[in-house]
């Protein structure tokens, strides 16, 4: 269309005139328009259905219009350079269509717009943390583009939604902003239903308040952590999981040297100033403190020290939780700080907590305004009976039916039961990079990108073989070549701790291996918190071909299974009743069979409790 007038013509005729409304003013001294033209459409459901009574608007502008009872509109508009048109209806997700001038051929545009059903709702309540938790009013929740205010009674809803991920945004003038990621598998009936969240709390960790904590660090289930492979050790750099196993905050490298806690040296932070109150970066997470657990061992070193770190504890069942920062039993490393290549061990006593659950942080601090290259990688960290010196394994009781396996008698005890009940056990498309030189992704994927991955949630035990953690069909464990068969010792094996009950009693295995003709050998073990160990024989496989071996051991051959298609993995089904009412330590571990050339592989895709 041809341009007609320009806001000069337009404000000169206003001028002469001496008379324009004021919504005509508006248009002509903010923006240049085209003359008039005709936006028309009709309005349709996913389904191809026509939906009546649509709000049609041009947004900044007073024309609107309403879909008829066949979906269909038309309205005239003043052309502009863009325009941005809006449908809109209770049930329906709001739709905004961008019209550019260009678009107008003939003066005319067609719009027909698809409204997604959206009638979800998420709703929760904010309680003011700092003064009884009392409903919060005033605070601004945020969810996209959608925002509302809570009342009097600290309530935020939100209606009109799609079913999908969102995140969440807690803002008031003088609090702490609180963020929660709400995914699509927590609708429950088109609806979540937040518990109640406190906000207004005292920061506890840099940038965390206690109702963060809570809600955002992972249980700490096993009682050691493992970082780096540098220097030795007893561990490959494939079964250094530490930094799956703990929530991250700052600048965190995945170093051969262990897990580096780096002050933040992005540009923008360099001139942070000095913080010796709050770590600087650090790693977190919930852990129950017993007297079998009480001794914590952290095992580091430094490049570009002096660095300055400390063992930061809140005692979650307090009344009036407070941030405290244990002393070292015989290190100045907080106030004086310390720099050494070689790895030291830091001890800390945690018996004032013993029967309590506690939330720990692990971090380094900004001890000066400038630093930002210092840096701490942590090796080894053990919870355990008694201190425990660099790469060794947990001090204690070793399981009496299960010598060689390096577990103990007090970590039965003291490991925390997992509630959850489902497991992945490959890595996410995209992250999936072979090397020791870029794994920190992919490890920190299995916490952040996956559900309840294995890594992340189980144990992983060391005996005598690494794994292959980013093979594209599963987590692999595996076996050395050339070796005698050992029915009695794994290479390596995967534990966790359960409460059996109806709910959980019975556990499916997907895996499969990478033969036609050797099978691999692996074993289930259930161990109750006494330290009786039993091998437990699945009621039910698909394997290509299973068969029982020596001392519980099980050898199977199933070559089948991808992330694509996992229902082509073999199953192996095992019944866990017997120890309903019981905690028990469920241990899954790869043994070398009769064929002594080459590597077996036991290739794990899920776990499945049920």
């Given at each position: ?309 400390a063992v930061v504890v809140v005692d979650m069942t307090a009344e009036d939780p407070e941030a405290v ?286």
């Open positions: 269309m041809m341009k007609t007038k320009s806001k000069v013509i337009v404000l000169a005729a206003a001028l002469l005139a001496g008379v324009m409304s004021s919504s005509c003013s508006e248009t002509a001294t903010v923006e240049e328009d085209w003359g008039t033209g005709t936006i028309s459409g009709v309005v349709t459901d996913t389904g191809g259905d026509r939906i009546a009574s649509v709000s049609v608007t041009v947004d900044g502008t007073n024309v609107s219009t309403t879909t008829a009872s066949d979906g269909t509109y038309s309205m005239d508009v003043t052309i502009r350079k863009t325009l941005v048109v809006k449908f809109q209806k209770t049930g329906y997700a709001l739709v905004g269509m961008t019209v550019p001038f260009k678009n107008f051929a003939g003066g005319k545009v067609t719009l027909s717009p698809v409204l997604e059903v959206a009638d979800a709702i998420i709703t929760g309540r904010v309680l003011d943390a700092s003064h009884g938790n009392v409903p919060f009013s005033g605070v601004t929740a945020s969810i996209g583009s959608q925002t509302v205010t809570t009342g009097s009674d600290g309530v935020f809803t939100f209606t009109d939604l799609t079913i999908q991920d969102y995140t969440l945004t807690l803002r008031k003038t003088g609090a702490m902003t609180i963020t929660r990621q709400l995914r699509k598998e927590d609708f429950v009936e088109h609806k979540i239903v937040l518990e109640d969240i406190g906000m207004g709390g005292k920061e506890l960790f840099r940038g965390k308040s206690l109702d963060d904590i809570q809600q955002q660090a992972p249980y700490l289930f096993m009682d050691e952590y493992r970082g780096g492979w540098g220097g030795g050790g007893l561990t490959d750099w494939s079964c250094t999981f530490m930094s799956a196993q703990f929530k991250q905050e700052g600048n965190i490298e995945n170093q051969g040297e262990g897990m580096a806690l780096r002050i933040r040296n992005d540009e923008e932070d360099r001139t942070n100033p000095a913080d010796q109150v709050f770590q600087d970066t650090y790693i977190y997470g919930i852990k129950d403190i017993a007297a079998t657990n009480k001794y914590l061992t952290v095992n580091a070193r430094t490049h570009q020290g002096p660095a300055h770190f920062r244990l002393p070292e039993t015989d290190k100045k490393e907080f106030t004086e700080g310390f720099s050494s290549g070689d790895y030291l061990n830091f001890r800390y006593d945690l018996s004032a907590y013993v029967g309590k659950r506690i939330a720990i942080a692990i971090g380094t601090y900004r001890w000066a305004t400038g630093d930002y290259w210092v840096q701490v990688p942590l090796k080894h960290i053990t919870f355990a009976p008694e201190y425990v010196d660099g790469d060794n394994y947990l001090s204690g009781t070793e399981v009496p039916d299960l010598p060689g396996w390096h577990l103990t008698v007090e970590q039965l005890g003291s490991m925390m039961p997992n509630p959850n009940k489902h497991f992945t056990a490959y890595t996410p498309d995209g992250v999936q990079v072979w090397g020791r030189d870029n794994w920190g992704p992919q490890y920190k994927a299995w916490q952040y990108e996956c559900e309840n991955h294995i890594a992340a949630q189980w144990g992983f035990m060391y005996v005598n073989k690494d794994t292959e953690p980013f093979v594209g069909e599963g987590f692999t464990i595996k076996t050395r070549s050339d070796v005698d068969p050992n029915y009695e010792l794994p290479e390596s094996f995967w534990y966790s701790k359960f409460s059996i009950s109806d709910a959980n009693d019975q556990m499916a295995l997907r895996i499969r291996n990478f033969s036609s003709t050797d099978p691999t050998v692996f074993r289930v073990t259930a161990i109750t918190t006494d330290g009786t160990a039993k091998a437990i024989a699945p009621y039910e496989n698909n394997a290509v071909s299973a068969e029982a071996v020596d001392n519980g051991c099980w050898k199977f051959i199933h070559e089948d299974g991808s992330k694509g298609a996992p229902e082509n993995y073999a199953t192996f089904r095992y019944d866990f009743s017997e120890f309903a009412g019981k905690d028990i330590v469920i241990c899954i571990g790869v043994h070398k069979g009769e064929v002594r050339g080459g590597e077996q592989k036991l290739v794990i895709y899920d776990i499945t409790l049920d």
